[in-house]
């Protein structure tokens, strides 16, 4: 098939078709009338790199599951290098959790400080609602600033 109707069914475009076989990822072969030709394990290469950066693998990191399909193997991830790959990736993400969770736990407990005050003003004012509580966390505050601040430390 040609590049049009691999970049079709593929669901991309003719241009990332050569961007992956300017990287190695796609072979580069051509008919007599120099037109790039391609078949079926072409597209299979191509959904297996679509299907790891849809799971937020880069570019790079598709390598090996490629070179696994290419030298043969039923499935991409039948190698060790592959599966080298999908463990440096669990312990990224793993990382990625432990952020979010800390980030979690520190809006929360803004959330309840933000609401003791705002019922403890509410209350000294004796104002339905009462005025708002100033709130520590803007929009260019870091999870490290915004931790600080919640905890009552001040700039040294």
Do not use: W
């Not at 609401?115 to 505050?141: K, N, W």
């Amino acid at each position: 098939m040609r590049i049009g109707e691999l970049a079709e069914r593929a669901g991309t475009t003719t241009r990332t078709l050569r961007y992956y076989e300017s990287r190695g990822l796609l072979p580069a072969r051509r008919a007599v009338n120099g037109y790039r030709t391609y078949d079926e394990s072409d597209l299979r290469l191509l959904r297996q790199i679509r299907t790891l950066q849809d799971f937020g693998f880069d570019l790079e990191e598709t390598r090996p599951f490629v070179e696994c399909l290419r030298a043969g193997h039923p499935a991409g991830d039948s190698c060790p290098a592959s599966l080298a790959v999908y463990r440096r990736k669990l312990g990224e993400l793993d990382g990625l959790i432990g952020e979010l969770q800390s980030v979690r736990a520190q809006v929360g407990a803004q959330l309840a400080q933000a609401e003791a005050a705002r019922a403890g003003l509410a209350a000294e004012a004796e104002v339905p609602g009462g005025p708002e509580p100033r709130c520590a966390l803007t929009p260019h505050t870091s999870a490290h600033e915004f931790s600080r601040v919640n905890r009552g430390e001040t700039e040294k």
